[in-house]
């Protein structure tokens, strides 16, 4: 379990993006695998699709970035 929390966290905190990030990554590879599959020619999605794909990937991360980004544009008490 330990060895889980270093690899999903940065400075010895957990990451839930990261962790979501992960999920996705398998999500979206077993999509492209399926695809692939069931495809006729068993080619690669178009690239819009892969690039869709990639922004469902990296959205949690994407979503914890921005909101640290605009937190610290707030005032400081």
């Given at each position: 379990?330990?060895?889980l929390r270093?690899?999903?966290s940065?400075?010895?905190?957990g ?10 990554a398998i ?6 695998c399926y ?6 020619t068993?080619a690669?999605p178009d690239?819009?699709t ?9 959205a ?5 970035a921005?909101k640290?980004?605009?937190t610290?544009?707030a005032?400081?008490?």
């Amino acid at each position: 379990m330990n060895f889980l929390r270093e690899v999903f966290s940065d400075g010895g905190q957990g990451s839930a993006s990261r962790i979501l990030m992960a999920y996705h990554a398998i999500i979206g590879s077993a999509w492209v695998c399926y695809f692939m599959y069931k495809s006729p020619t068993h080619a690669l999605p178009d690239a819009v699709t892969l690039a869709g794909i990639t922004a469902f990937v990296t959205a949690p991360y994407a979503v914890n970035a921005l909101k640290g980004a605009v937190t610290s544009f707030a005032p400081k008490p």
